[in-house]
């Protein structure tokens, strides 16, 4: 029997529940209730512009989600009818979805903390030196293009209701794992869940935690993987640049600046597709390696005139 075929229109006739708009108000209670016991204990975890400036940040965000949504489901229809089996829509369609959906947002976020291009998408998740509820929010507004690592979740055949009501939930994890307040938990949970201990580990710029933890539900893609780093040391939180901003626009605009004069001042292709795609964390290694390649070159010019 031929599967049956989707429309953007059928889809959006089915009145998909907006789960992290149900779940909003709650978050935004628990931020104000965080911030009130960091407050009383004298706690340094918040500050007050940082923290209006990551809600900003989320609400615009919103709004693009809520702008894009037609085109969003589009790309996921398409390449779900571009294939002609599918998964029955059944309770364990979504167990599935959710393993399946985790896995690509593991290699996803892998990527955007490995690549400068798609770093530039994400830094604003990481550009806050504190580490509250409210972190949670700051999501770059150009981290929607990443919705192409996605498409494997299409084509595995998974109804698009399925795929899409999996991913809120996913999204909606990363809430509660952005806390210092949650320590760490029994080890089952610990060993099988992404939870608040790992993720400090994942924020954090001291240089045995770097590029470790990319586990958005389930932490054992980093074991399985290799980039799993137990919390052992207090983390420091933020970036390695400093950013020293807490304009909305900037911090979600400020890596795209930097890739683009990086490039402009690049002195060849090869040196400015680097300024593009290196690993941030090398990036400072590969612009003082081209500066000396630069400077022997001269050298070696000069050397040669003189003979």
């Known amino acids: ?66 702008a894009i949504k037609i085109a969003t489901f589009g790309i996921i229809l398409f390449f779900y009818n571009l294939v002609p089996w599918s998964i029955p829509h059944t309770w364990w369609a979504y167990v599935l979805c959710l393993i399946w959906i985790d896995f690509w947002r593991y290699w996803a976020h892998r990527v955007a903390h490995e690549n400068r291009f798609w770093w530039a998408t994400h830094v604003t998740h990481h550009n806050s030196t504190k580490y509250n509820w409210s ?12 919705i192409i690592f996605f498409i494997p979740v299409a084509l595995a055949g998974f109804n698009p209701v399925v795929f899409f009501i999996c991913h809120q939930i996913e999204v909606l994890y990363q809430f509660w794992i ?50 799993f780093q137990p919390e052992e040391e207090q983390a420091e939180y933020g970036i390695t640049t400093p950013v020293n901003s807490y304009n909305p626009v900037y911090l979600c605009f400020h890596e795209w600046i930097d890739i683009v004069k990086d490039i ?23 612009k003082n390696a081209f500066k000396d390649a630069v400077k022997n070159s001269r050298e070696r010019k000069l050397s040669s005139i003189n003979e």
Do not use: C
């Not at 770059?140 to 990443?146: F, L, R, V, Y």
């Open 1 to 66: 029997m031929e599967k049956e075929k989707l429309t953007v229109d059928q889809v959006l006739s089915m009145d998909l529940p907006n789960i992290i708009l149900y779940a909003a108000p709650v978050m935004i209670s628990l931020v104000i209730i965080e911030w009130i016991i960091s407050f009383r204990q004298n706690k340094d975890f918040y500050d007050g512009k940082d923290t209006i400036a990551a809600t900003v940040i989320g609400l615009v965000n919103v709004g693009i989600s809520a």
């Open 135 to 146: 972190v949670s929010f700051r999501l770059g507004w150009t981290q929607h293009i990443k």
């Open 264 to 286: 402009r001042n690049s002195k060849s292709i090869k040196e400015a597709y680097a300024m593009a795609f290196t690993r941030p964390s090398k990036l400072e290694e590969r």
């Open 178 to 227: 952005h806390t210092e307040y949650i320590r760490k938990l029994p080890r089952p949970i610990e060993y099988i869940f992404t939870t608040p201990s790992h993720h400090r580990v994942h924020h954090a710029k001291n240089a045995k935690y770097l590029d470790k933890n990319y586990g958005s539900t389930f932490i054992f893609w980093d074991r399985i993987f290799g980039t």
